[in-house]
């Protein structure tokens, strides 16, 4: 059996985020145990219990956090200087960047299946989703039907999926995400 972490390297909650976001992202949310995140950090399951009451509260805390960075990029968005049209393509090239730059944290939010975490999604979604529902209204000169809208969300995360398990950064295919956007603001606008 292997040594637990000594004194001088205390288990604290950002390092058990850290881990839990990796294993649900490359695992599900199903496969993951507490002793199992236990094991990955070295340490006992009860200093994990010390933090967390239980996995889906792990779970909840991530994507409640990681929910409230990508809200937090579209509101800066929304808050500048720019023009409503640039606002917008702005927006739905942050969420590309967002899903590409932050690939666990955009598997856990978006491509999580297990039925019984869907609630814990359901709040926070929502608030992004109405975010995104809000921006493209807002910053179009005509009203937006909710299909429209559900498919400019499905065509994001789309692109999105179709990079997230490659070797390619954002960075790589940044020109193909702002084609990709620009296309779709063709027929927004």
Not at 51 to 68: G, P, T
Not at 103 to 122: A, R, T, V, W
Request: glycine share 2%; net charge neutral.
């Amino acid at each position: 059996m292997s040594p637990r972490k000594s004194a001088d390297k205390e288990l604290s909650k950002d390092m058990i985020l850290k881990e839990a976001r990796h294993l649900f992202a490359t695992v599900g949310y199903s496969s993951v145990s507490m002793r199992q995140l236990a094991k990955t950090l070295n340490c006992s399951h009860g200093a994990i219990y010390y933090h967390f009451k239980n996995k889906a509260e792990i779970f909840y805390s991530l994507v409640k956090s990681d929910f409230s960075a990508l809200n937090l990029l579209i509101d800066e968005i929304l808050l500048s200087d720019n023009l409503p049209q640039q606002k917008l393509e702005k927006v739905l090239l942050c969420f590309i960047e967002f899903g590409l730059t932050q690939q666990n944290h955009y598997s856990i939010m978006f491509l999580s299946k297990e039925k019984e975490i869907q609630h814990l999604l359901q709040i926070d979604s929502t608030k992004t989703y109405e975010k995104l529902i809000q921006s493209m209204t807002e910053l179009t000169d005509h009203k937006m039907d909710p299909a429209s809208i559900w498919s400019i969300f499905l065509s994001l995360h789309g692109f999105i999926t179709f990079y997230i398990n490659t070797d390619l950064s954002f960075q790589d295919v940044k020109g193909l995400a702002q084609f990709h956007v620009k296309n779709i603001m063709k027929n927004i606008l």
